[in-house]
């Protein structure tokens, strides 16, 4: 079965400041790769996903991640955060074939200070 | 506002008792999975059903059941309930058979004192 790691469980971050959130997995087949977000007291909504071609995904908000293969890490990145971009992030992990169920990592909680 | 609905978004009970969580996934998806929220265990995967019939098992405990129903609508039965099993309880819809983007209901709040 395939797992995530979150390396970091909280990044605080200033407002304008670049951000960087790690994602390592583990799978033994070739996977789908998506990261999460949650605001407060909401639902998790898809930021982005890798499922096949150009290794450098752009999501929604200016968030943009790598997929590498070699290194089996999915790290989400923003050139400049945002006050609104506090929330909880995850990431997740599905294979491609034989498995329904996505797993989510432990999940990022990012503070963006003023 | 992703489409997919849960109720009750709030329910205090207390151990021992037995609840029903409610999910109408978005229309004309055929997938609802749930996951179970807590903050020492994160987002646990415990079950999935596509077109009424059970597809995959998670974590699933054998005090919690689930069913979908012909309307697609899903149910989560969680009984003897444990002060452990306070969490956030969400509901999710897929199109297809095979999980691709996930799209999740707000929750659905447990607390169980």
């Known amino acids: 079965a395939q797992s995530v790691t979150q390396l970091d469980s909280q990044v605080p971050v200033f407002e304008e400041a670049p951000v960087e959130l790690r994602c390592n997995y583990s799978?033994?087949?070739?996977?789908?790769l998506f990261w999460y977000v949650q605001y407060p007291n909401q639902g998790l909504q898809l930021l982005l996903k890798?499922?096949?071609?150009?290794?450098l995904v752009k999501g929604i908000n200016g968030f943009e991640a790598e997929f590498n293969k070699s290194q089996t890490s999915f790290h989400l990145r923003k050139p400049s955060v945002h006050i609104s971009d506090t929330a909880e992030y995850f990431c997740?992990?599905?294979?491609?074939?034989?498995?329904?169920?996505?797993?989510f990592g432990a999940g990022t909680r990012l503070t963006v200070k003023p | 506002d992703s489409g997919v609905t849960q109720t009750p978004k709030h329910l205090i009970t207390a151990t021992g008792q037995r609840v029903t969580l409610r999910c109408s996934p978005r229309?004309?998806?055929?997938?609802v999975y749930w996951y179970q929220q807590s903050l020492d265990q994160g987002l646990q995967f415990l079950i999935q059903?596509?077109?009424?019939?059970?597809?995959a098992k998670g974590n699933i405990l054998e005090r919690f059941s689930a069913q979908q129903f012909p309307d697609l609508h899903s149910e989560l039965n969680l009984s003897s309930l444990e002060l452990g099993d306070s969490a956030l309880y969400f509901c999710?819809?897929?199109?297809?058979?095979?999980?691709?983007?996930?799209?999740f209901g707000e929750g659905s709040r447990l607390t169980v004192l």
């Open positions: 999710a819809s897929t199109p297809g058979r095979v999980a691709g983007e996930l799209f």
């Open positions: 997740a992990v599905r294979a491609l074939y034989n498995n329904n169920d996505m797993r």
């Open positions: 229309s004309g998806d055929l997938s």
């Open positions: 799978s033994s087949v070739s996977v789908y």
């Open positions: 059903y596509y077109n009424g019939e059970e597809r």
């Open positions: 890798y499922l096949s071609g150009s290794t």
